[in-house]
């Protein structure tokens, strides 16, 4: 099928965009990145779920594939570095097993939740010691600000401050993740394959570990393929100073035990062959989330109702159970060596945020060995329904409420360009860069009072790079 043979497959290419998506909505962990869970922008599993979309296997052969991603937020915020390695090997029986591993390392500055000021804020927190450091007072700590150890109990807390006028960020910011990712692939009959999957990764405040299974099956002499597919995942989530009480005030002192999260993810899907030419996807898929799903480094503002003024500072609180929904559907064309890829996602969650997201692009060959694809992606998303900017002090506080910027509403565009080189039939190099710009998307909030000239909006704009190299032999 002509198709097939345009579709590159790399695993870099998957990294930059998923990675840059997620990173893109201000996420503050590098769990974030692969918890398509806490972030409807990210790339759904149903998205995945296309046969056509996998790597050419050729029994008998083994690639390697290695890529790097540079990503860097505006205004001094995250920037990561991501490299990743995957193999292949494709067996004598059309058999696949392949294994992936991933390092995430970031560092900057990431918005704490709390609304901007006319004069500076002093935050205080517990340090956050994972590795054991002996940190002294007037140190600076490992998510920035001061260390400072009170007299007489000897407690170390983490201070430090928002300039006036500023949104409040929590810098210093220092995050690594380690992931593996281990697949196999067999068929069980004529037309019909099975995959396996487990994936785990490890930050030092953070654990996840998942197991999926998918079948495929071929009809209508393999122009149309069913796909089912279910992924189970189980994460611990293990602040470096305890897991606040929810609408607790922000303090240095020591909080509660780890949390545990579980998410079951259903997919299913359906790709059809209209002509040589021609491919069309549809899927759905399905996630229910149960378990700890507030950001325990996530704080909201309790502020004056008549001016404004900030009063004090509580921990966030989400809800424990989120369902989720997505619709998937893309359309792969082919005329001559051009190849065009169009595709639509719906996503609708119980926490009552809608979103689109719409992608195009285009396959260019250079000749025989080169090619370029630009793109352009569009997201909207609307508000969580627990939303705030901040907490008046004079309204009894919600059973829920974040001023996290991921549940926030907002438009965003990305615009792509990748490309590649064949050196020879067994070499390939290829890199891609991507552009992001984030807008308000309908009414920004204010401050109570007369502070039209404090922003609450904490979008931001990025830019991503990635490179990459594959192996055949």
């Known amino acids: 099928m002509q198709l097939s043979k345009k579709n590159k497959g790399r695993v870099g290419a998957t990294l930059c965009l998923i990675t840059a998506n997620l990173f893109t909505v201000t996420g503050l ?72 591993l991933t390092f995430d390392s970031l560092t ?21 010691q994972a590795n054991g450091d002996d940190e002294n007072e007037g140190s600076t700590g490992a998510s920035g600000g001061t260390i400072v150890i ?16 500023m949104l409040p960020l929590d810098s ?57 597919g279910v992924n189970y995942e189980h994460d611990v989530s293990k602040p470096f100073f305890g897991t606040p009480t929810p609408f607790s005030v922000m303090s240095g002192d020591q909080k509660g035990p780890s949390q545990n999260k579980n998410v079951l993810s259903l997919i299913a899907g359906v790709t059809q062959v209209m002509t040589r030419n021609w491919l069309l996807q549809f899927n759905y898929s399905y996630g229910s989330v149960k378990g700890y799903q507030t950001d325990p480094y996530k704080i909201l503002s309790v502020v ?9 500072y509580l921990y966030e609180s989400r809800p424990e159970k989120r369902t989720r929904h997505a619709f998937y559907a893309s359309s792969k064309l082919a005329l001559g060596s051009y190849v065009t890829n169009v595709s639509a996602r719906y996503y609708h969650d119980s926490w009552g945020i809608n979103s689109i997201t719409a ?62 080189y064949m ?28 502070n039209q000239d404090l922003k609450l909006y904490a979008g931001t704009n990025a830019l991503s790079m990635m490179t990459g190299i594959k192996i055949k032999f």
């Open 359 to 420: 992608n195009l692009s285009e396959h260019i060959p250079i000749g025989d060995l080169m090619y370029i694809e630009p793109g352009v992606r569009y997201y909207h998303q609307s508000a969580a329904d627990f939303f705030t900017y901040y907490l008046p002090s004079n309204v009894a506080l919600p059973l829920f409420a974040s001023a996290d910027s991921r549940l926030d509403s907002f438009n965003a565009i990305t615009l792509s360009l990748s490309g590649g």
């Open 304 to 312: 004056d109702p008549t001016t404004g003024a900030p009063q004090s």
């Open 172 to 228: 210093g910011f220092v995050d690594q993740r380690t992931a593996l990712d281990l697949g196999f692939t067999t068929p069980l009959t004529s037309g019909t394959k099975l995959s396996l999957g487990l994936n785990g990764s490890h930050e030092r405040d953070y654990n996840s570990f998942s197991g999926r299974a998918s079948i495929a099956q071929d009809f209508n002499n393999k122009t149309t393929t069913l796909s089912l």
């Open 29 to 100: 962990h590098a769990q974030d990145m692969t918890d398509s869970t806490n972030n409807p922008s990210a790339q759904d599993s149903a998205e995945s779920l296309n046969v056509y979309d996998q790597p050419a296997s050729t029994p008998g052969t083994t690639t390697i594939d290695s890529a790097v991603l540079f990503y860097k937020e505006d205004g001094g915020r995250i920037q990561a570095i991501e490299p990743m390695v995957s193999l292949t090997h494709n067996t004598e029986n059309d058999s696949v097993f392949s294994a992936k």
């Open 108 to 128: 900057g500055a990431t918005p704490n939740g709390a609304a901007p000021w006319k004069s500076s804020q002093i935050f205080t927190s517990p340090t956050r």
């Open 150 to 165: 009170d007299p007489i109990t000897g407690q170390r807390t983490l201070e430090y401050t928002a300039d006036a006028f």
């Open 423 to 450: 050196i020879n039939d067994q070499i390939e190099l290829y890199a891609m860069v991507d552009a992001y710009r984030q807008s308000k998307a309908g009414q920004k909030g204010t401050l109570p009072g007369n």
